[in-house]
């Protein structure tokens, strides 16, 4: 059973409006392949260990710790996403179970995996505490859990804010997912991982992205950006005047970020072992 047929939360619409949000982002995976390596060395994978990539969008991650010798399954909402790093899996010979499914319900047993990975995706369940209870479940005693997210304070957290901020006001009574951001915070990642896990460390980096102009990189993420693309086409037809005010910010905020012809967004690594016996 895929995971819109599971779900009846009041998250449900939520889930599936992200389902097909995301759909489009396979073209960016060059840009967040060389960040799967920087996560996968970070979590320190181990030839013959079993893996969840958590969010696993194309594969990327999933693919490079089956090529460093992991036995790796992947989980993801958006079915397209899905299909693409089966093909990616196929491309580079190494054989990964791939299933659509939901990080707050996940359909593995307790203690199944020696590493729980997440790149950039986690991050988007609209529920923390169910996602961190869900990922700790499925991870075994003196397992390692490892995710990149972005900190609320550089590019990618600023857009989200920005984001935020033109967004619609939620109808009355309706439910408000946790911001995305909020797991690039060293403290409220401690706090949401908790006693559950020790050993807890950190580490920063970047993704670099070519930006041959301002316009360039805004034309770049408003086609392949699901929250932004959402909010520009609804802007677009409804407050025109409110879209090239969010454009205008955007493009600040790439200048404010870009060296030379390069865009740097500054990522969070986190990493903890999760307490009891391996």
């Not at 020790?198 to 950006?225: C, D, K, Y």
Request: net charge neutral.
């Amino acid at each position: 059973m895929n995971a819109s047929m599971q779900d009846t939360t009041p998250f449900a619409q939520f889930k599936s409006l992200q389902r097909e949000m995301w759909s489009g982002f396979a073209v960016n995976e060059g840009f967040t392949t060389m960040v799967a390596g920087e996560l996968v060395a970070f979590a320190k994978v181990a030839p013959g260990e079993s893996v969840l990539d958590v969010g696993c969008g194309t594969g990327v991650v999933a693919v490079t710790a089956a090529r460093a010798g992991a036995r790796v399954k992947g989980l993801d909402l958006t079915p397209a996403l899905l299909e693409r790093a089966r093909e990616n899996a196929v491309l580079a010979g190494v054989e990964i179970e791939f299933v659509e499914g939901d990080v707050e319900a996940l359909p593995y047993p307790d203690n199944a995996f020696d590493v729980v990975l997440s790149q950039f995706g986690h991050m988007f369940a609209p529920r923390p505490d169910l996602a961190t209870a869900e990922m700790l479940r499925v991870l075994k005693p003196g397992g390692r859990i490892a995710f990149s997210t972005w900190p609320p304070e550089h590019a990618m957290g600023s857009l989200f804010a920005l984001i935020g901020r033109a967004m619609p006001a939620p109808s009355p009574g309706a439910p408000v997912p946790a911001p995305p951001p909020q797991w690039g915070d060293p403290n409220i990642v401690r706090t949401r991982l908790g006693e559950a896990v020790m050993g807890m460390r950190f580490s920063r980096s970047s993704m670099n992205l070519p930006a041959l102009s301002p316009h360039h990189v805004l034309v770049s993420i408003e086609a392949t950006f699901g929250p932004l693309k959402t909010l520009l086409q609804r802007l677009d037809a409804e407050q025109p005047e409110k879209a090239q005010t969010v454009r205008a910010e955007i493009l600040r905020l790439v200048k404010d970020n870009t060296d030379g012809n390069v865009l740097r967004q500054f990522y969070l690594l986190s990493q903890a072992t999760k307490k009891g016996a391996a």
